[in-house]
């Protein structure tokens, strides 16, 4: 019996075949789409963000640009920027797109408004005028703080103030920014069933894994084609497919907060580059050391963010969990 030897750690380990991923992405897409979902097409949200670009050129190399949708769905507070390069990534995909601006469904919601009230329970002077964000501590290979959650607010003379968010505004203010993510999926279902086309979801294994998306929000997908790639190897089918170089140097954005953050300050607090690496090294069973020497580490960083990986995806496991059902007694 011949035994595999696991290979070496090194910095390379995460990089992909990225002509032969993305065939055999394709062809998944393909007969998911076609076969398994009975649909005609697909439709995707495009925020100029990498994950749903390459979800796009995915998309058009299994099923032609004619039978891909791109949809932008910005509101009041999005980034002009995320627009700019949606319909840049459209156009040289060759793909049809429609705007939903859904800014007014948002009012209706109450989405602004609720937010803002437990804004003002937290710096009182906060107003229309004003932006915020919400963020981590610093990065983890810093050191060792719990995942508690700042609010900074900019004034529109460009003051900052940034206070520790209490539990009860914190939660307030994450359900009201969630309307967000879910009237957008309302939205893209919408123009699936309309055209008898699917969801593409756009999600990657850091935002799926540690919990990164919001429930029947993002979250609410037909099919999700890189779930199973770090980010940083969404980039490298980025890279393969010319996705246009703009969106693949923009700083991962959410882009849900008025401030602009980061997905790296709002969640991650590491560079993809190196929280992907240690999560796969870890995974794969390699000794925090091996990690260590290759990445030029210390063993006790290391540990800090393994421990923080388990943390969160520990905490986000009932993001993942399908409903809840009570079996029959009979």
Known sequence: MTILKQPVFSKNILQIDAPQ????????????????LHRRGVVVGISGGID???????????LGNQKVLGILLPES???????????ELAKTLGIETLTEDISD???GA?????????IRR???????????KITLPGSLLDEQTLNVFYLTVVSPDGEEITKRIPTAEFLQIMAASNFKQRTRMAMLYYHAERKNYAVAGTANKNEHDLGFFVKYGDGGVDLSPILHLFKS?????????????EIQQRPPTSDTYSAGSTQEEFFFRLPFEV????????????SPAEIAAQLELSEEQVNRIALDIQQKKRTTEYLRRPPLQLTPSF
């Open 77 to 87: 507070e999005s980034s002009p920027e995320s627009k700019q390069l949606a319909l």
């Open 275 to 286: 929280l992907d690496l240690i999560w796969f090294g870890i995974e794969k069973g390699y």
């Open 122 to 132: 937290i710096v009182p002077q906060f107003g229309g005028a004003w932006k915020s």
């Open 52 to 62: 749903s670009s390459v979800v796009a050129a995915l998309c058009v190399r299994a």
């Open 105 to 107: 469904a948002l009012r």
């Open 233 to 245: 190897q969404v980039y490298q089918l980025a890279k393969y497919l010319e996705i246009p170089s």
């Open 21 to 36: 991923e993305t065939e055999r992405i394709a062809n998944w897409i393909k007969t998911s789409v076609l076969n398994d």
């Open 110 to 118: 109450g989405c602004y408004q609720r937010r803002d009230e437990a």
